[in-house]
């Protein structure tokens, strides 16, 4: 499995940006993908993905209400569109891949098998 994540930039507070990560080596459709960022000095932690059965998406506190989660299964890629942005979600953003298994809480870090390069994402006036 490999995860190519892009989109990341400098932007100034209340912007927007949307980032994509494309998945390829496997069938898409059997794995979870999920995102999750780190910020300089801290643990990554999770900000969204969907439930094993694509039913249910998840986010943070922190940014719900701001980011939205999409996937585009003919494109084997999801998306982070991250509105209202602000200097706190100045981090490094990973996507993950987790094959999707009934019952698993995909926003635990743990349950990813395959993580991207990460892409810096600065908030800042």
């Known amino acids: 499995v490999q995860l190519q994540a892009s989109g990341g930039g400098f932007v100034q507070p209340g912007g927007s940006l949307t980032l994509s990560c494309a998945f390829s080596?496997?069938?898409?459709?059997?794995?979870?993908m999920g995102w999750f960022r780190q910020a300089p000095g801290k643990e990554r932690e999770f900000v969204a993905s969907r439930n094993w059965s694509g039913l249910t998406t998840y986010y943070a506190d922190s940014v719900k209400g701001r980011f939205t989660y999409s996937r585009d299964n003919a494109k084997n890629t999801v998306y982070l569109q991250m509105n209202s942005l602000k200097p706190e979600d100045t981090a490094v953003y990973y996507c993950a891949a987790a094959l999707s298994r009934p019952y698993a809480d995909y926003t635990l870090r743990n349950k990813y098998n395959y993580w991207g390069q990460g892409t810096l994402v600065t908030v800042s006036s």
């Open positions: 080596g496997r069938t898409a459709s059997s794995y979870v």
